[in-house]
Nanobody, 129 residues
Framework: QVQLVESGGGLVQVGDSLSLSCEYS????????MGWFRQASGKGREFVST????????DVADSMKGRVTMSRDNVKNTVSLEMNSLKPEDTAVYYC??????????????????????WGQGTQVTVSS
């Protein structure tokens, strides 16, 4: 069974940077795509970034391109999301998600939240102006 625990959220100012981390517990991390999604108050959950099994390829939502870097450590079983130049509209709960074990995905297909059966509890990011 997969468990995901996010950390690193908090209150920051416009233009600040923030690093989120997700700790994975389970046995199949190396064969699962990983993703970050976010959900602002009163809105649906939206894609932020995803990374392939080996970490050789990432995809980032258009709204965050150039401001976000996703990475993974297949030894420590962690994924990270580095966010820069934060804006008030980035305020949301950020969720870490794991794809189906053994299912490889790359490109836009991985943006679909239904590709991710396992989710963390989320970490709040608030960007104050």
């Amino acid at each position: 069974q997969v468990q995901l625990v996010e950390s690193g959220g908090g209150l920051v100012q416009v233009g600040d940077s923030l690093s989120l981390s997700c700790e994975y517990s389970g046995r199949t991390f190396k064969s699962q795509i990983m993703g970050w999604f976010r959900q602002a108050s009163g809105k649906g959950r939206e894609f932020v970034s995803t990374i392939t099994w080996s970490g050789d390829s990432t995809d980032v939502a258009d709204s965050m391109k150039g401001r976000v870097t996703m990475s993974r450590d297949n030894v420590k079983n962690t994924v990270s999301l580095e966010m820069n130049s934060l804006k008030p509209e980035d305020t949301a709960v950020y969720y870490c998600a794991a794809g189906k074990p053994g299912y490889y995905c790359s490109g836009p297909r991985c943006r679909d939240l239904h590709m991710y059966p396992s989710w963390g509890q989320g970490t709040q990011v608030t960007v104050s102006s």
